[in-house]
């Protein structure tokens, strides 16, 4: 952090001339490349004058963004649907089929598994195996302003290994740890904020080793103040008796909006029986139990300074430094409306009434979360320990299921098709929760999780704890867990498409994006063969409710397939919206007169365009127009690694 706002830090010239004189300089300087004289330029300009200053370090995952744009690759085998009369024939498919990706650009046909169809709409979650920034920036195409929650819990950053940058761990010993760090999670908190909706709400787990860099860091990416709250979360119940100093017992979840924090609000949590206890009726009031609550506030309002007489006769005055909650005039009408209590013997300060009626929706959270309220570590590792107990090596820094139930509880409600996004998805307690919390209540969240597959956590952990969740599971102590089976799951690897627009290129990124387009438009039910058409040449899919998605891909036919798709357009008498169509070209207005016949019931997309422009949008989010490519790979990689035990 620095503040270089001093004048004194300045020659004795106005800044502009300053400026301008030393521009001049740089550009005339000799042995300078164009990139070193374009990084000095942009270091002169950068006008910030107040918050966090870091070095951006070289990113393997960013520099792989140059030349290559990121896509989703359906293993299709992993796929688990909801229970249907239909399932267990598909499980025995799915048993033999391959991922799909070597066969997307030969010429034999792809083995396609039609959906059956499911009347309860069980919500779309999705799981994505790949580097988070990778796939935050497809997820850009497909989710820009559409995620309702994000949770994340990133690596700690505590030198411990817990952090790698560039394939390495960053220990305690480098120079340049923090800088790696917050570039690090610069890139994917950008990005995290298009995807959010304006009324979206953000959660970060974290520690005392980043939180303070972090909360700046955060209040320069959503603005300070779009700062909503930060959580302490006590983590752990009991002391650490080797320390020597401080047994630290808790974490942070840093809490920011994306925008107009004025008129958020989130919801209220529900009353404890403990709670709820409290609330007595000892005057037998009509309106039901109550609760008495201070009637004093501070500083003192001199209107609210007055002589209260109590029904035994006593006057009172507030306390010292403090005055009455109300008014004299408001007082008045509390007092004849019998909200005002002054003891069993009315000789007590007077007290106001809150009753239990008023306040059924619920209380507002507070700031500290006890592990009695959303659990601990310990309760974390035994949940995860009873899905995958005969796993030697279980996810060690997992979050307990009640923690992330308070967070869904207090952004989602049961009437809404709310979308959660975790993108350091760990054993993926986050789609756990919500698969739970959509049991409970009636709920149709879906649930988004990105992890990487380092050590197999994705394939072992991630993944599996979920399958069994949906499907069912025994437990430790050999009892069967019924599973909850309403719930889809599509498992997702990130691949990569050449960026440089040759036309072979644009070919493969349309056939490509066709995994991207069923998760942007959620028609995931592939009916293409059904209705009689060759995938070769296009795709057709539903989301099994009147909406139909057309993906067509060049062929030298296009034209015929275009025609012939015009016509199963004109002739569908089901459709809830216009047909969505993604079609290989340049413009909308010649995909629209191929259509003219049923013009007014598609709305017609370019590809690969659309996922350029998109692309091109997240690429300059992360200011990767703005630096220069590194040249040498292995310079990104001279990173100090600590000692093996």
């Given at each position: 952090m620095a503040d270089l706002s001093s004048p004194s830090t300045l020659p004795d010239i106005s800044t502009k001339d300053f400026k301008k004189d030393l521009l001049t300089k740089i550009k005339q300087l000799d042995g300078l490349t164009n990139a070193e004289r374009s990084e000095l330029v942009n270091l002169l300009n950068e006008s910030k004058k107040y918050g966090l200053i870091w070095e951006d370090k070289p990113e393997l995952a960013e520099e792989l963004l140059r030349t290559k744009l990121p896509v989703f690759l359906e293993v299709v085998e992993r796929r688990i649907l909801s229970e249907s009369e239909f399932s267990e024939l598909e499980n025995e498919q799915n048993k033999t089929i391959e991922p799909q990706q070597s066969s997307l650009f030969s010429e034999e046909k792809e083995q396609i598994i039609t959906e059956p169809l499911l009347p309860n709409s069980p919500p779309n979650h999705i799981l994505i195996e790949g580097d988070n920034l990778h796939a935050l920036t497809a997820l850009s195409f497909t989710h820009e302003g559409k995620i309702d929650v994000i949770y994340i819990d990133p690596p700690y950053n505590t030198g411990n290994k817990d952090f790698k940058y560039n394939d390495s761990f960053v220990d305690k010993e480098d120079c340049y740890r923090h800088s790696k760090w917050l570039s690090f999670m610069y890139k994917r908190l950008?990005?995290?904020?298009?995807?959010?909706?304006?009324?979206?709400?953000?959660?970060?787990?974290?520690?005392?080793?980043?939180?303070?860099?972090?909360?700046?860091?955060?209040?320069?990416?959503?603005?300070?103040?779009?700062?909503?709250?930060?959580?302490?979360?006590?983590?752990?119940?009991?002391?650490?008796?080797?320390?020597?100093?401080?047994?630290?017992?808790?974490?942070?979840?840093?809490?920011?909006?994306?925008?107009?924090?004025?008129?958020?609000?989130?919801?209220?949590?529900?009353?404890?029986?403990?709670?709820?206890?409290?609330?007595?009726?000892?005057?037998?009031?009509?309106?039901?139990?109550?609760?008495?609550?201070?009637?004093?506030?501070?500083?003192?309002?001199?209107?609210?300074?007055?002589?209260?007489?109590?029904?035994?006769?006593?006057?009172?005055?507030?306390?010292?430094?403090?005055?009455?909650?109300?008014?004299?005039?408001?007082?008045?009408?509390?007092?004849?409306?019998?909200?005002?209590?002054?003891?069993?013997?009315?000789?007590?300060?007077?007290?106001?009434?809150?009753?239990?009626?008023?306040?059924?929706?619920?209380?507002?959270?507070?700031?500290?979360?006890?592990?009695?309220?959303?659990?601990?570590?310990?309760?974390?590792?035994?949940?995860?320990?009873?899905?995958?107990?005969?796993?030697?090596?279980?996810?060690?820094?997992?979050?307990?299921?009640?923690?992330?139930?308070?967070?869904?509880?207090?952004?989602?409600?049961?009437?809404?098709?709310?979308?959660?996004?975790?993108?350091?998805?760990?054993?993926?307690?986050?789609?756990?929760?919500?698969?739970?919390?959509?049991?409970?209540?009636?709920?149709?969240?879906?649930?988004?999780?990105?992890?990487?597959?380092?050590?197999?956590?994705?394939?072992?952990?991630?993944?599996?704890?979920?399958?069994?969740?949906?499907?069912?599971?025994?437990?430790?102590?050999?009892?069967?867990?019924?599973?909850?089976?309403?719930?889809?799951?599509?498992?997702?690897?990130?691949?990569?498409?050449?960026?440089?627009?040759?036309?072979?290129?644009?070919?493969?990124l349309t056939v490509l994006s066709t995994n991207l387009l069923q998760i942007k438009e959620e028609c995931y039910l592939d009916i293409t063969e059904v209705e009689g058409f060759d995938r070769s040449k296009c795709s057709i899919h539903s989301n099994e409710h009147g909406k139909y998605m057309v993906v067509i891909y060049h062929s030298r036919t296009q034209i015929e397939t275009t025609e012939l798709l015009s016509n199963w357009i004109a002739i569908r008498t089901d459709l809830s919206e216009k047909v969505k169509i993604y079609a290989f070209g340049h413009e909308t207005e010649i995909i629209v007169d191929d259509f003219y016949a049923v013009a007014d019931k598609i709305d017609a997309v370019p590809l690969p365009d659309a996922i350029y422009n998109a692309y091109r949008a997240t690429f300059r989010t992360l200011k990767l127009d703005k630096k220069p490519p590194v040249t040498n790979f292995e310079t990104l990689q001279t990173v100090s690694k600590p000692e093996e035990n």
């Open positions: 950008k990005i995290a904020k298009r995807l959010l909706n304006d009324k979206g709400v953000m959660f970060i787990s974290i520690d005392d080793y980043e939180q303070s860099t972090l909360k700046l860091l955060c209040d320069e990416i959503f603005g300070e103040a779009n700062f909503v709250g930060n959580v302490v979360w006590q983590r752990a119940y009991a002391p650490i008796n080797l320390k020597k100093t401080i047994s630290q017992n808790h974490d942070f979840i840093l809490i920011y909006c994306k925008q107009d924090i004025q008129s958020l609000e989130l919801n209220k949590l529900l009353r404890s029986v403990e709670a709820t206890a409290l609330y007595k009726n000892p005057d037998n009031d009509s309106r039901g139990p109550w609760q008495s609550d201070n009637f004093t506030v501070g500083p003192v309002v001199a209107e609210k300074l007055y002589e209260i007489t109590t029904p035994a006769g006593r006057v009172v005055l507030p306390p010292n430094g403090r005055c009455w909650l109300l008014t004299k005039d408001r007082y008045e009408e509390f007092l004849t409306d019998n909200r005002i209590w002054f003891g069993k013997d009315g000789k007590g300060v007077p007290r106001i009434k809150r009753f239990l009626c008023e306040v059924r929706d619920g209380v507002i959270a507070m700031s500290l979360w006890t592990y009695q309220e959303v659990g601990h570590t310990q309760d974390a590792k035994r949940e995860l320990k009873e899905l995958l107990h005969e796993n030697k090596n279980p996810f060690e820094t997992v979050k307990p299921l009640k923690l992330i139930n308070r967070i869904l509880k207090l952004t989602t409600n049961n009437k809404e098709s709310h979308v959660v996004l975790d993108f350091f998805a760990g054993s993926g307690t986050t789609l756990h929760a919500t698969m739970q919390l959509n049991a409970e209540d009636g709920g149709n969240r879906q649930c988004i999780l990105v992890t990487n597959n380092e050590n197999n956590i994705c394939e072992e952990v991630t993944y599996e704890r979920n399958r069994r969740v949906i499907q069912g599971y025994t437990n430790a102590k050999g009892e069967w867990v019924k599973g909850l089976k309403n719930n889809n799951l599509r498992y997702y690897l990130v691949d990569f498409v050449d960026s440089a627009k040759t036309e072979v290129n644009r070919r493969k």
